[in-house]
């Protein structure tokens, strides 16, 4: 409204009370009223009217003070950082100027739509017990209506955990976590080939106490032969120098396959032999000796190796180092990707194709007697026998998405059970929420494309997914 159209208003409602004046003037003189009697009636008049008016001001404003009890707003309770949401209903047609108070300060939002329905929304910042007040408007005149809605957060799970650093100067200090990117350069023809990452984060259950990372890996590409190795290990919790035991593991298998692929036509035509005529029994039995000197002859070293370190220093047993070892060989050929393996141990080691709906687990994950337990590199009883042989795995594919090596503390809770290693529906759940990430708790995905360095950082913090019971140290090995 601008100044003239103000200015005609004020004038039309001088009118009116000078013609309203005028009336009751009339009216007084009608009834007989003395000058006197006239002032004490004005005043008893106007005071009676308006203290009923107030009152039935004040009942208007209690009556939609109830209504909007009536509706039971509640506010569950919800937990810190953790995405919070819940809706009700207000009588915006008789309400104005709504706000809810102490909101904004928990990191919540209220959204009122025109409907009347009300959202409540945002990730809590803090624990504890809070009431928030519902604040509005109803008959002009009357003061703001207010109530109060009661609401807890309960502290994040992630929140409560400590994250202590590993003592440096423990034996075999090992850093809590590490990473590993390889890039392998386009062939001649320019088109790319399969690079490498790892991650290595030590679970939150050691973090807690500042006990060391137990897990490691290795990754290795020669140049020269164009062979790929990898290999994971998971030093057992209960071992104290397991972080060495594991360490020991991928590093003597690797340092054993880098010298036994450098240069080793024999074990390349072998194989080409064998592709040639599948069905020959010697052909197969040729390439079996060339795997077993190449993997079984890795993984024996690494467990003598073990054994070495344990005897050269007093009151220590293999056991003292025990670790599970996966590790496996791969190239593509003009025939096909060729991949050979060794497992011992729990965790998982799966050949994924997302193209042809496949995935191969590479073995059997081990379990022990008990609950939780599993078979370890450094157990004697593991090559004194011929079940040793079970361990290996070979295998030939046109192509694959990805392989992947990983300890239990990422197959538990990504899979859950035994089964579900088997199960291509899983695998491709799991490929999805790693390249996706967990947004609703805050975690990336992993961006698997050709010359993206940046994936093996991204890995590692894909490793700080929470699983509620699955703290262990987490380690991951892919070739994509």
């Known amino acids: ?92 047609d008789k309400i104005s100027d709504i706000t809810l108070d102490g909101a904004e300060e928990l990191g919540l939002t209220l959204k009122v739509e025109s409907d009347g329905r009300c959202t409540l929304s945002g990730h809590p910042l803090k624990s504890g017990d809070y009431t928030l007040t ?132 024999e074990f390349e035509n072998t194989l080409r032999d064998y592709v040639e005529d599948r069905d020959n029994q010697e052909k197969r039995a040729a390439l079996t000796r060339n795997i077993h000197d190449i993997l079984l002859k890795g993984a024996k070293k690494a467990h003598d190796k073990i054994n070495e370190i344990a005897a050269a220093q007093e009151g220590l047993q293999p056991k003292d180092f025990a670790t599970t070892l996966m590790f496996a060989i791969c190239k593509k050929f003009e025939f096909g990707w060729f991949i050979a393996s060794f497992w011992v141990g729990d965790g998982a080691m799966c050949l994924y194709d997302e193209t042809t709906k496949t995935a191969k687990l590479l073995g059997v994950p081990d379990e022990g007697e008990f609950s939780g337990q599993t078979r370890f590199l450094t157990m004697p009883a593991i090559f004194r026998t011929s079940d040793v042989y079970n361990r290996l795995r070979m295998t030939i594919v046109p192509d694959f998405t990805a392989l992947f090596l990983m300890s239990d503390g990422v197959s538990d809770p990504m899979f859950e059970t035994d089964k579900n290693l088997n199960s291509y529906a899983k695998w491709e759940e799991f490929y ?37 019971g699955n703290h262990d140290d987490r380690t991951i090995a892919i070739l994509y």
Request: proline share 5%; charged share 30%; aromatic share 8%.
């Open 134 to 265: 519902l604040r509005y408007a109803t008959v002009e005149g009357e003061p703001c209506s207010q109530l109060a809605i009661p609401v807890a957060f309960n502290p994040n799970p992630r929140d409560l955990w400590k994250n202590i650093p590993t003592d440096e100067n423990i034996p075999y200090y090992k850093p809590d976590s590490a990473t590993e990117y390889i890039k392998v350069e386009a062939g001649a023809e320019g088109k790319p080939r399969k690079d490498m990452i790892a991650a290595s984060q030590r679970g939150r259950s050691h973090a807690q106490e500042g006990k060391a990372r137990d897990d490691h890996f290795s990754l290795y590409h020669c140049d020269d032969s164009d062979w790929y190795i990898m290999a994971v290990a998971d030093g057992a919790g209960s071992a104290r120098y397991s972080r060495k035991g594991s360490e020991v593991a991928c590093n003597t298998v690797t340092e054993h396959c880098k010298a036994m692929l450098l240069d080793n036509k």
């Open 1 to 92: 409204m601008n100044r003239e159209q103000r200015h005609i208003a004020r004038r039309n409602a001088a009118s009116k009370l000078h013609d309203a004046a005028e009336i009751l003037e009339n009216a007084m003189q009608s009834a007989g009223m003395a000058r006197g009697e006239k002032e004490r009636f004005l005043d008893w008049a106007v005071g009676t009217l308006w203290s009923q008016f107030k009152e039935e001001r004040m009942n208007q404003r209690i009556v939609i003070e109830n209504e909007v009890r009536q509706r039971g707003i509640r506010f569950p309770n919800g937990t810190v950082k953790k995405e919070y949401k819940v809706s009700f209903d207000l009588p915006v």
């Open 432 to 468: 999805h929420n790693l390249r996706a990430g967990f947004p609703a708790d805050e975690i990336g995905g992993v961006d698997l494309t050709d010359d993206n360095e940046a994936a093996k950082d991204q890995l590692l913090g894909w490793l700080d997914f929470w699983s509620p």
